[in-house]
């Protein structure tokens, strides 16, 4: 077997490890799929009709419009459980076992980061079906779910780059625990849960220089418009800057933890 | 060619020096002993010798290969069980073992069959689909043994691989240890306890506040201080009237405790007529007398000034099996 596919095969593993800590750990389940459902319901539920303000994008329902931010909300706790989890890893010496394996260490992140995926593929499942089963439509029909299925995968993995090199470089779960409020303000400072025309300002401009905004954006279009491929390239784009900017950390992080011990 | 060589290994951390220098040569299918206290710099030592730390002075090589230059083949030709077993308390003793053989890089089918032969060979068939949160700390132990040998590594590193058990999980691990280095795998042991140390290893290394103060075979350390010594616990009264009588007869040690004299005595047995005869002069009445012969920790003592043990007991809560 090549060193490419061995490498894939300890990333395939330590992917399914990370998702089934998350399966088997329910305080790490919990915000990826209940925190974002309850929300979703409440938001729907008792804004609903938000979407007759002037400014409010053309949608079929709330729900429709609210689909890319529980799928954003969820994806975003999902790299912030990754984290955790690896901070956890790092507390009790499991890393070490991973660090004293023949194997680049660039596979331990990236088997941290596939768990991580994983479970933004199954949000992005989940939220979709939620939508389906209480009447949303997806505008752009299948296209429009397999869009949004991709970016929300590959959101949560670069989201989950920041969250893992949190973790190395402090080696504290309580530290990346401490984000979880952050990663809210950083949502509701996007256009996740609220048109950004309907903004006031300074939170209007935050919002729009935000790229979780080009993201959710880039989610959402599909669902409840035809696929913007402008649209598109700038979720993509923000996706690759927030990969870029995880992988860099993340490298950064881990020769600070060899060094460091 | 030998299995491990260090030569002045130092790491600093911030100002503290915590390595300093470090000299030794394991010899293939030796087991090592590295022995000292806690905060001695032995598990410094050992997280450099297995990639996972950084020098900041000297150079080492394991299995041939330098452990900063060569770093992946080292970890490729050693098993490493560290001082708190690394476990996943949410993984099952065979999912651990099966992810370890595929971090070593064997075919699937080879890392099963290999996860089997270990869960056996470590007494952990029964248990192996159970999470590792429900095992006791002796089944722990074990488990992070097999994970270690998933490879059949050159040279095994065991991180105090007995601290916290009882004496039946202890002996259970030592065995297994044995058992091993029979087979040729070379064991580099680090270790709190001399008996431990004395039991298994080849050769000695005593380490202490980051520096080698002897090395040698067990039995060469012992001879080489020397004389046995008289251990005495007092009934009642002063300690220093006691030592002032003691060291009359022979030549005093540290003491343990406020009640118990050491007093090394060139003759052995012979010299404890003396001994108690100067005692019951001097109207000091005795519990218990008895002649020590030299351990591993007179070798510290004689090397460092102060008692391994002692230091043991006070840095350690007590130790119980899970």
Redesign the interface.
């Known amino acids: 077997m090549n060193e490419l596919a061995v490498n894939a095969r300890v990333v395939r593993a330590l992917g399914m490890r990370s998702i089934r800590q998350t399966f088997r750990r329910p305080q790490l389940m919990a915000p990826i799929l209940i925190f974002p459902t309850l929300l979703l319901a409440i938001q729907t539920g008792g804004a609903g009709g938000a979407v007759h303000l002037e400014g409010f994008p053309p949608v079929q329902s709330f729900l429709q419009f609210m689909l890319a931010g529980a799928m954003m909300q969820s994806l975003m706790l999902a790299g912030n459980s990754g984290g955790i989890a690896l901070a956890v890893d790092i507390e009790m010496g499991f890393t070490d076992r991973l660090f004293t394996a023949p194997i680049p260490r660039y596979t331990i992140v990236l088997g941290r980061l596939a768990g991580t995926a994983a479970l933004g593929l199954f949000a992005s499942v989940w939220f979709l079906a939620i939508g389906l089963i209480f009447g949303a439509e997806i505008h752009s029909g299948v296209p429009g779910v397999l869009i949004a299925m991709v970016l929300v995968t590959a959101t949560a993995m670069a989201v989950g780059g920041i969250g893992a090199a949190i973790a190395l470089r402090t080696g504290s779960a309580s530290v990346v625990q401490g984000l979880f409020p952050l990663v809210l303000v950083l949502l509701f400072l996007s256009s996740a849960f609220f048109p950004n025309d309907l903004m006031i300002q300074p939170a209007k401009a935050i919002a729009e220089y935000n790229p979780l905004s080009l993201v959710v954006e880039g989610i959402r279009g599909p669902i409840i418009a035809d696929v913007d491929l402008g649209e598109l390239g700038a979720a993509v784009l923000a996706i690759a800057g927030i990969v870029a900017l995880g992988l860099l950390l993340s490298a950064r992080a881990l020769r600070h933890r060899l060094r460091v011990g | 060619m030998p299995a491990i060589v260090v030569e002045g290994l130092e790491r600093s951390?911030d100002e503290v020096l915590a390595v300093q220098g470090v000299d030794l040569e394991v010899a293939e299918g030796e087991i090592y002993g590295f022995l000292g206290p806690n905060g001695a710099g032995k598990t410094?030592t050992v997280?450099m010798l297995?990639?996972?730390?950084?020098p900041t002075g000297g150079r080492a090589t394991v299995a041939g290969h330098d452990v900063v230059g060569q770093a992946?083949?080292v970890?490729?030709s050693?098993g490493?069980a560290?001082q708190?077993?690394?476990?996943?308390?949410?993984?099952t003793g065979r999912?651990l073992i099966r992810?370890?053989a595929?971090?070593?890089?064997l075919?699937s089918a080879a890392g099963r069959e290999r996860a089997d032969q270990l869960l056996e060979r470590v007494d952990l068939e029964e248990a192996a689909d159970r999470?590792v949160g429900t095992y006791s700390g002796g089944m722990q132990r074990r488990l992070d043994l097999a994970?270690a040998l998933v490879h059949e590594p050159r040279v095994l590193f065991l991180d105090e691989p007995t601290t916290g058990l009882d004496p039946v999980s202890r002996k259970t691990i030592w065995e297994e240890v044995r058992a091993l280095n029979e087979d040729g795998t070379t064991v580099f042991l680090t270790t709190q306890y001399l008996e431990e140390a004395d039991q298994l290893a080849d050769n000695v290394a005593i380490i202490d506040r980051g520096r080698i103060v002897a090395e040698g075979t067990p039995d060469a350390l012992k001879t080489e201080i020397g004389n046995p010594h008289i251990q005495l616990q007092l009934a009642e009264g002063s300690i220093a009237k006691a030592e002032e009588v003691c060291a009359r007869v022979g030549r005093l040690l540290p003491p343990v405790d406020g009640r118990t004299v050491l007093v090394e005595v060139p003759d052995g047995a012979a010299d404890i007529p003396r001994v108690v005869r100067a005692l019951d002069d001097a109207g000091i009445a005795v519990d218990s007398l008895e002649l020590v012969r030299p351990t591993l920790d007179d070798v510290f003592v004689a090397k460092t000034g102060h008692h391994l043990e002692k230091e043991r007991e006070d840095d350690e809560p007590e130790a119980v099996e899970a």
């Open positions: 951390f410094t997280r297995t990639t996972l730390l950084l992946r083949a970890r490729a050693i490493v560290l708190e077993a690394a476990l996943d308390p949410l993984m999912e992810l370890q595929t971090l070593q890089g075919p999470r994970a």
